[in-house]
């Protein structure tokens, strides 16, 4: 038997950032809204503000999330939320915000540290507060899924939870919003979606309506991400892309990840790389490690792709696939770890730590082909100078 579980409301096109206030007076009367500095400069703060007002909703802010959430930016978000009685949550921006308001949304109402949520040890007895999810990137999907990732800033570790309970109430995705993501944003967090898709399609835990979602979006990030990197004013691209990202969103969120994103928490949680450009690192060389084990879906994933794959064999298809996106990777100016800054000797000295972590995150164990401890070391080395470029 197989689930699946999506926001009640999800509405999507050009201005449905528009319909905010209208929602917002359903589920509460004030709301806090999360979200970053960047989104304040753009305005998206202020004009929600204005939407909630024209509709009868208070609202405060709180606007100090950074491109990791962590659990200290929760504990402040939830004490202003508390210390101002709201009762709705609006986040507005990129995974980060979305991630953090989820975190306050059941934190608030079952008390407790957030991290205490990880794999069920407490029971989120009651109802989260209602949070609206606005994304102004064509990314995570995190405004239709059931998970929030939190860096934990005692022990460097990213903390995954995953609960129904997480899922927004609504999902408000406006394209228009993402026009003002510049290139190395909208690459980061296109390559993002795309591990999305791929890694729910050949999750041990796929299924039918997943399978369609994920191809879907990989067929439309295939034909579209160049574009919005090369033109981010090319608003029918955008409009793909942000349709890609939430059909991936909903996909993995019903299915899993797996081996790309166990090994990308703790890059990002030690060495603070964006969560996207850390799974974009990984993707070509975790699909070389995997190959042998989901030829037959990998093939797939290069015929919806790219159209010159639909006529050749699984392995060619297969293969091709994996060369077409160290290509995209390297048209994307996607650094390897060694490119980003990240110290050898540092990296040396964490790398055991980092691949504990992975396997403890539970998303390695989902992948077509289950890797040991050594094996994941291994490829975080392969992954440290990882050339794009087929040699």
């Known amino acids: 038997m197989n689930e699946f579980r999506v926001p009640p409301v999800v509405l999507y096109g050009r201005d449905s950032f528009s319909q905010v206030g209208v929602h917002a007076a359903r589920l509460g009367s004030k709301a806090l809204i999360v979200s970053d500095r960047i989104m304040e400069k753009l305005d998206y703060v202020t004009r929600c503000k204005q939407m909630l007002d024209r509709a009868g909703v208070a609202s405060v802010s709180y ?9 200290q930016h929760v504990a402040t978000a939830l004490e202003l939320f508390q210390k101002e009685d709201c009762d709705l949550l609006i986040a507005i921006g990129g995974g980060s915000c979305l991630d953090a308001a989820k975190a306050v949304s ?25 949070l609206i999810a606005v994304p102004t990137t064509a990314g995570t999907g995190s405004e239709v899924t059931s998970v929030t990732v939190i860096t934990n800033t005692t022990n460097d570790v990213k903390m995954m939870i ?13 394209p228009i919003l993402t026009l003002t993501s510049p290139p190395h944003v909208t690459a980061a967090t296109g390559i993002d979606a795309l591990c999305h898709a ?37 608003i029918v691209a955008r409009e793909n892309m942000a ?19 166990g090994m ?13 450009i850390s799974n974009a690192m990984l993707l070509p060389a975790v699909l070389e490690f995997s190959k042998e084990a989901c030829i037959e879906r990998l093939a797939s994933i290069g015929r919806v792709f790219c159209e010159d794959l ?44 980092m691949a504990a972590d992975a396997l403890e995150s539970g998303s390695p164990g989902l992948n077509p082909r289950i890797p040991t401890h050594a094996e994941i070391v291994e490829l975080y080395h392969r992954c440290y100078d990882y050339h794009f470029v087929n040699i």
């Not at 606007?63 to 659990?71: A, F, G, I, M, R």
């Not at 996909?251 to 081996?259: D, P």
């Not at 990308?264 to 996207?276: E, Q, T, Y």
């Not at 050749?312 to 770890?337: F, R, Y």
């Open 63 to 71: 606007l100090d999330v950074n491109s990791e959430p962590t659990d």
């Open 106 to 130: 059941i934190v608030a109402v079952n008390g407790g540290y957030i991290g205490d949520y990880i794999g069920g040890k407490k029971e989120i007895a009651h109802q989260p507060v209602p």
């Open 162 to 174: 995953k609960h129904p309970a997480l899922i927004p109430a609504v999902a408000i995705v406006d």
């Open 198 to 234: 791929i890694e729910a399609y050949l999750s041990r835990r796929a299924q039918p309506i997943t399978d369609t979602l994920a191809l879907s979006a990989i067929q439309l990030i295939g034909q579209n991400i160049r574009t919005v990197y090369e033109n981010g004013d090319h």
């Open 243 to 261: 349709l890609a990202a939430m059909q991936a969103g909903m996909a993995f969120s019903n299915t899993s990840v797996c081996l790309v994103h």
């Open 264 to 276: 990308s928490r703790p890059i990002g949680a030690i060495f603070h790389v964006p969560h996207g």
């Open 310 to 353: 639909k006529a050749v064999s699984d392995i060619e298809a297969a293969d091709g696939v994996i060369s077409m996106i160290k290509q995209l990777c390297l048209d994307l100016d996607i650094p390897n770890m060694k490119q980003q800054g990240i110290d050898r000797t540092e990296f040396e000295q964490v790398v055991d730590k």
